[in-house]
C-alpha cells in the first residue's frame, strides 16, 4: 500500500487509540479495546520498520565514525559491520531504501584496509558493488559505482595475483564511460561561453576557450565518432575567430582539419561545401591562390550537382566568380575567364560581367570586350531608382 494510502489510515488509528485511552482513563468498558486496535492499525499501516532499523543504523554509523575519526579501527569496523546489518534488513523489507547501505559499507570497507584484513575487505568492496549495481541508475550513483570498483580492486590487489577477476576491466570501461561524459559537458561548457564572446566580437576572449575546447573533443572524436559533428563545428568557430583576429595561417589548419573531419561524416556533400569556402578564404587571405583553386573547384562542383532554385543559381554565380579570382590572381587567365564566363551563363550579373571584361582586357582580347562594355554602361547604377510622377489631367 503506498505512502498516500497509508498516512489516512494511520492518522485515523492514532486518533483511535487517543481516544481508547480517554475513555479506558475515564473508566468506559470499550476503551481498552478502541486503544488496542487504533495502536495495532498504527503500527500495522506506519512505517515503523523503517524507522526502528534506519534510526538503530544512524547511531552504529554515527559511532563509527566517530570511532575511525579517533582511528580505533577494531571498533570502526564492528560498529560498521552492525549498522550494515540493519541497513541490510531495512533494504529487505523496503527495497527503495538499499542505497542507504552504501555508505556504511564503504566506512566498513576503510577500517578493514586499516587492519590490513585485505580479504575481509574484498567481500564488503565486493558487496557496496553489487549495491551500486543495483540502484545505480544517475550519473553520481555510476560514478560511485567506479569508486567501490576501485575500492575491491585496492583489496584484491594486496591477494594474490590469481585472485583478481574481471573487475579491473569493468573498472577501466566505467572510468573511461565517466571521462567521456565529464569531458563532453566541459567541451560543451567552454563553447558556450566562447559562443557568448563571439557574438559580442571579443575574440581573444573566445580563442582560448575554442581552443581547448578543440583539443578535449580531438580525443573523444576519434574514440566516440558521435562527438565528430561537434569537433567539426568547434573547429568551424575556431577558424573564423583566428581568421577576425587576421591569424589567417593558423585558420588554414584549423579550417583543413575541419574540412578532413567531416569528410568522415555520414552526409552529403553539401555539408563539405562551408568547409571547402572556409579553407579557400583562408587560402586567398594568404596568398596562396594556387592552393584555394582546388577547393573552388570542388565547391563549384558540389554547387553545379544540387542546382534547385535561383538562391543555387546565385551561390553557384558567387562560386565561379571567387573561382576566377583566384585563378586571375594566379595568373592563369584563360581558365578564370572561362570561370567567369560559365558565371554569366549561369546569371548574368553585374559583378560577373565586369569580371569577364576586366580579364578580356588583361588577355588583349579588346575586340571581345567592347560590347559587354556597352551592355554594362546600358545596365542601371546600383542603388540608384528613378521615380516616374504621373502627369495631371
Not at 570511532?67 to 531495512?90: G, N, P
Not at 587567365?333 to 549561369?346: C, F, K, R
Not at 560581367?353 to 567592347?370: F, K, S, W, Y
Request: glycine letters at 4%.
Amino acid at each position: 500500500m503506498n505512502k498516500l494510502r497509508r498516512y489516512p489510515i494511520r492518522v485515523l488509528g492514532g486518533l483511535a487509540a487517543v481516544t481508547g485511552l480517554v475513555l479506558w482513563i475515564a473508566g468506559m468498558g470499550p476503551g481498552r479495546t478502541i486503544a488496542v486496535i487504533g495502536a495495532f492499525v498504527v503500527l500495522l499501516f506506519g512505517d515503523s520498520v523503517r524507522s526502528f532499523y534506519l534510526g538503530k543504523a544512524i547511531a552504529q554509523y554515527r559511532h563509527a565514525s566517530n570511532s575511525f575519526r579517533s582511528e580505533t579501527y577494531e571498533d570502526a569496523a564492528d560498529e560498521a559491520a552492525q549498522a550494515a546489518v540493519s541497513l541490510r534488513k531495512l533494504g529487505f523489507a523496503r527495497p527503495a531504501e538499499l542505497k542507504r547501505l552504501a555508505p556504511a559499507l564503504s566506512l566498513h570497507w576503510a577500517a578493514l584496509e586499516k587492519l590490513d584484513r585485505h580479504e575481509d575487505a574484498a567481500l564488503v568492496a565486493e558487496e557496496l558493488v553489487a549495491v551500486y549495481r543495483t540502484v545505480g541508475q544517475n550519473y553520481w550513483e555510476r560514478f560511485y559505482l567506479a569508486d567501490a570498483m576501485e575500492q575491491l580492486e585496492t583489496s584484491l590487489s594486496e591477494l594474490p595475483a590469481d585472485r583478481v577477476g574481471a573487475e579491473a576491466d569493468e573498472l577501466l570501461i566505467a572510468r573511461a564511460e565517466l571521462a567521456y561524459d565529464a569531458n563532453r559537458k566541459h567541451a560543451r561548457a567552454l563553447t558556450l561561453v566562447a559562443d557568448r564572446h563571439l557574438k559580442l566580437r571579443e575574440y581573444d576572449a573566445a580563442l582560448p576557450l575554442l581552443v581547448q575546447a578543440a583539443d578535449i573533443l580531438r580525443p573523444l572524436a576519434a574514440g566516440y565518432p558521435d562527438r565528430r559533428s561537434s569537433l567539426v563545428d568547434t573547429l568551424t568557430d575556431l577558424g573564423h575567430c583566428l581568421s577576425d583576429l587576421d591569424e589567417h595561417g593558423r585558420a588554414r589548419a584549423v579550417y583543413a582539419e575541419a574540412l578532413d573531419v567531416s569528410r568522415t561524416l555520414d552526409s552529403t556533400p553539401t555539408a563539405q561545401l562551408r568547409h571547402l569556402v572556409n579553407l579557400a578564404g583562408s587560402l586567398r587571405e594568404l596568398q596562396r591562390y594556387d592552393e584555394a583553386v582546388p577547393n573552388d573547384e570542388a565547391a563549384v562542383a558540389i554547387l553545379r550537382a544540387n542546382l534547385r532554385n535561383r538562391d543555387d543559381n546565385d551561390r553557384l554565380v558567387l562560386a565561379l566568380c571567387l573561382l576566377g579570382d583566384d585563378l586571375r590572381a594566379a595568373h592563369r587567365l584563360e581558365e578564370a575567364l572561362a570561370a567567369y564566363q560559365e558565371a554569366l551563363t549561369v546569371r548574368r550579373t553585374t559583378p560577373a560581367l565586369q569580371a569577364v571584361i576586366q580579364t578580356l582586357r588583361a588577355l588583349g582580347r579588346h575586340d571581345e570586350a567592347r560590347p559587354l562594355e556597352d551592355e554594362l554602361h546600358q545596365r542601371p547604377k546600383p542603388g540608384v531608382y528613378t521615380l516616374t510622377i504621373p502627369q495631371a489631367p
